[in-house]
Antibody, heavy 124, light 110 residues
Framework: EVQLLESGGGLVQPGGSLRLSCAASGFTFSNYAVSWVRQAPGKGLEWVSAISASGGSTYYADSVKGRFTISRDNSKNTLYLQMNSLRAEDTALYYC?????????????????WGQGTTVTVSS | QSVPTQPPSASGTPGQRVTISCSGRSSNVGSNNVFWYQQLPGTAPKLLIYRNDQRPSGVPDRFSGSKSGTSASLAISGLRSEDEADYYCAAWDGSLSGWVFGGGTKLTVL
């Protein structure tokens, strides 16, 4: 079964840091780009960041650029999101989602598998 | 506003046909594929329509998508109670080099 499992969420003070992980199984992780998408309580979906299959290309929403870093370890089938300088507005449920396959450009394929999300709360 | 615009709410009775619009810009909807996601209450989003009008396997043909210029639409025919959910359009934005999601439409089945 194709699956994504996020972890690492929690309560953190403003200005603090947190690292999210997303463990993939059931597919060849290294053949797919992956994205992080978040959803603030009661709000809509907001794309956060994406990384190519090889990890050589990364993309960020303006709202997190310079504060968040996406990375992946294909040997461990795991995606990461390092979040620094956290703000109250970063409070959300963070999903990882399987994106474009190798050879397809981001934007052509869509996010066809999603995890269940991990909750990040930024509050003093 | 660079994100696509969707009506915040839509409604219909069982058996009816409803449409949800998604109005974007030339940098996103106008020049790239549109995708639709369904989010049932308390669950993760699910890909409903890809590349404007394609349905993943398992998605009923009651769901259909279309695109023209900088606008796209999701149509749901034969409305059922289990279709009550939030629906989001999305497209890659070439100017932002990232995905943009519409604000979402909450569909109520009366």
């Amino acid at each position: 079964e194709v699956q994504l499992l996020e972890s690492g969420g929690g309560l953190v003070q403003p200005g603090g840091s947190l690292r999210l992980s997303c463990a993939a199984s059931g597919f060849t992780f290294s053949n797919y780009a992956v994205s992080w998408v978040r959803q603030a309580p009661g709000k809509g979906l907001e794309w956060v960041s994406a990384i190519s299959a090889s990890g050589g290309s990364t993309y960020y929403a303006d709202s997190v650029k310079g504060r968040f870093t996406i990375s992946r370890d294909n040997s461990k089938n795991t995606l990461y999101l390092q979040m620094n300088s956290l703000r109250a507005e970063d409070t959300a449920l963070y999903y990882c989602a399987k994106d474009a396959p190798l050879g397809q450009w981001l934007g052509s394929y869509g996010m066809d598998v999603w995890g269940q999300g991990t909750t990040v709360t930024v509050s003093s | 506003q660079s994100v696509p615009t969707q009506p915040p709410s839509a409604s219909g009775t069982p058996g009816q046909r409803v449409t949800i619009s998604c109005s974007g810009r030339s940098s996103n909807v106008g020049s790239n594929n549109v995708f639709w996601y369904q989010q049932l209450p308390g669950t993760a989003p699910k890909l409903l329509i890809y590349r404007n009008d394609q349905r993943p396997s398992g998605v009923p043909d009651r769901f259909s998508g279309s695109k023209s210029g900088t606008s796209a639409s999701l149509a749901i025919s034969g409305l059922r109670s289990e279709d009550e959910a939030d629906y989001y359009c999305a497209a890659w934005d070439g100017s932002l080099s990232g995905w943009v999601f519409g604000g979402g439409t909450k569909l109520t089945v009366l």
